[in-house]
């Protein structure tokens, strides 16, 4: 197997509004000590209106993306199931 490419600086692969305090959930890609990361944290907003990162969040090495992307997978089925979530609030 070779030697996977590293990230000299993360990448942003999605974000969204967690809330009206304008917190965000900030998806990006990273190599962190040389292991490339999935990361999915909060980012809070500061004095100066800069989001950063908070405490709140999940690290995975990438190669368990599929792993993560079949569970939340699953839970969506699951909250619609269970009246959770309406079938438009999942596009």
Avoid: C
Wanted: proline share 4%; glycine share 6%.
């Amino acid at each position: 197997m070779s030697k996977r490419p590293e990230l000299a600086e993360p990448v942003v692969v999605d974000q969204f509004w967690a809330n009206r305090r304008h917190d965000a959930i900030i998806t990006e890609l990273s190599t962190y000590q040389g292991h490339n990361l999935i990361n999915v944290r909060k980012h809070a907003m500061n004095r100066e209106g800069k989001l950063v990162p908070t405490a709140k969040g999940l690290a995975l090495k990438v190669t368990r993306l599929p792993d993560l992307a079949k569970a939340i997978n699953k839970a969506v089925e699951k909250a619609l199931e269970l009246g959770l979530l309406d079938e438009g609030d999942t596009e």
